[in-house]
C-alpha cells in the first residue's frame, strides 16, 4: 500500500519531509480523518512543506495523496503485516500467505502509473531488439518475461549474469530497448550495464522504486514502491508485483500489434498443436 511507498522513498526525501513520512506512518488514521493543518502540526512542520512530501512521492498535492491513502487502507485485507510463525498451521499459512500477495497486487492496481505504462509500451512497439536485465530473485522475472515476450515477433533476450548483460549492453543501438529489472534499484552491476546501454542510445525502461539509482538512469520509469524488511518471505509478494507488471506490458504489446500478429500466435497455436503441444497464447 501506500504506506509500503513511503518506507521505500523516505530515505530520498529532505529532513523536514521524512518528519511528514513518519507522521503519516506513525498515525496514518489521523493522516485520513484530519486536515493538511493537522498534519503539519503533529509532523512540527510547515503546510507547504507537507504539500512538497506528497509531491515527492508522485501526487499533485495534499488532496491526491489523502485519497490514494484512504483508498489503500480500507482495500487492504488484515493480515498484511502478519509475519508466518513457527507454529502456524497450514490454515495460518494460507491466509498470511494469499493476504500478503493480495494486497501487494491491490497495492499495485491503485497505485501503478498508467502513463508511465503507455509510454513503456511506445518504447516497447517501435523497438528493433528488447533485452532483459536483472540478478537475483529480479533475474527471474527477466527470464519470465523473455519467455512472454520472445511470442511478439520482436527479437527478445534475458540475461541474469552481470557479466554477459554489461557485454551485452556495450552492443545494442539506438532503436534497441533494455527493461531493467530491480527491487531495490541500487546494484552496481546492473546500474553499470544500464549506463553503458545509455551510452549506446538505447531506451532504458526501468522497473524498480522511484527515488532509486536505476530510476535516475531510465528514458521510461514504471515506478514499483515496496517495503522491504527482514522477513525473508517478503520477496516473494514483491517478486509477484513485478510479474504482472511483465504481464501487463507483454499483453499490451500483443494487442499494439494488431490482428496480423494475432492470426500469426494462432496458426502457431495450430502447428503445434498437430505433434499435441500446447502453446499458452495470451489469446483464446
Known amino acids: ?4 511507498s513511503i518506507r521505500t522513498q523516505i530515505d530520498s526525501l529532505s529532513k523536514s519531509e521524512k518528519k511528514v513520512a513518519h507522521a503519516v506512518l506513525n498515525n496514518p488514521d489521523l493522516a485520513i480523518s484530519g486536515n493538511i493543518t493537522a498534519l503539519a502540526k503533529n509532523a512540527a512542520v510547515s503546510e507547504p512543506t507537507v504539500v512538497r512530501f506528497c ?17 489503500g487502507l480500507a482495500l487492504a485485507v488484515p493480515g498484511l503485516d502478519e509475519s ?14 494469499c493476504s500478503r500477495s493480495i494486497n501487494t497486487l491491490l497495492d499495485l492496481r491503485n497505485n501503478l502509473d498508467a502513463d508511465a505504462i503507455q509510454r513503456a509500451l511506445d518504447v516497447l512497439t517501435r523497438a528493433n531488439k528488447i533485452e532483459f536485465y536483472g540478478q537475483g530473485t529480479s533475474g527471474i522475472v527477466a527470464a519470465d518475461a523473455q519467455h512472454k515476450f520472445f511470442r511478439s515477433g520482436v527479437p527478445t533476450v534475458a540475461y541474469s549474469d552481470p557479466h554477459i548483460h554489461s557485454i551485452a549492453a556495450s552492443l545494442l543501438k539506438k532503436g534497441d530497448a533494455v527493461v531493467a529489472i530491480s527491487q531495490r534499484g541500487n546494484s552496481p552491476a546492473l546500474l553499470r550495464s544500464v549506463q553503458l546501454a545509455r551510452n549506446t542510445e538505447a531506451d532504458i525502461i526501468a522497473l524498480t522504486p522511484s527515488g532509486s539509482p536505476l530510476a535516475e538512469l531510465a528514458t521510461v520509469l514504471v515506478p514499483i514502491n515496496l517495503s522491504f524488511n527482514t522477513d525473508p518471505y517478503t520477496p516473494i ?23 496480423e500478429f494475432r492470426n500469426k500466435m494462432q496458426n502457431a497455436q495450430k502447428a503445434l498443436q498437430k505433434y499435441d503441444m500446447q502453446f499458452d497464447s495470451f489469446f483464446r
Open 84 to 97: 508466518p510463525a513457527q507454529d502456524d498451521l497450514a490454515t495460518d499459512l494460507v491466509n498470511k500467505i
Open 237 to 259: 509478494s514483491a517478486r509477484l508485483a513485478h510479474l504482472v507488471v511483465i504481464d501487463i506490458l507483454a499483453v499490451g504489446l500483443a494487442l499494439k500489434r494488431g490482428p
Open 1 to 4: 500500500m501506500l504506506l509500503d
Open 55 to 71: 509531491r515527492a512521492l508522485g501526487y499533485d498535492g495534499w488532496q491526491e495523496f489523502k485519497l490514494k491513502l484512504a483508498q
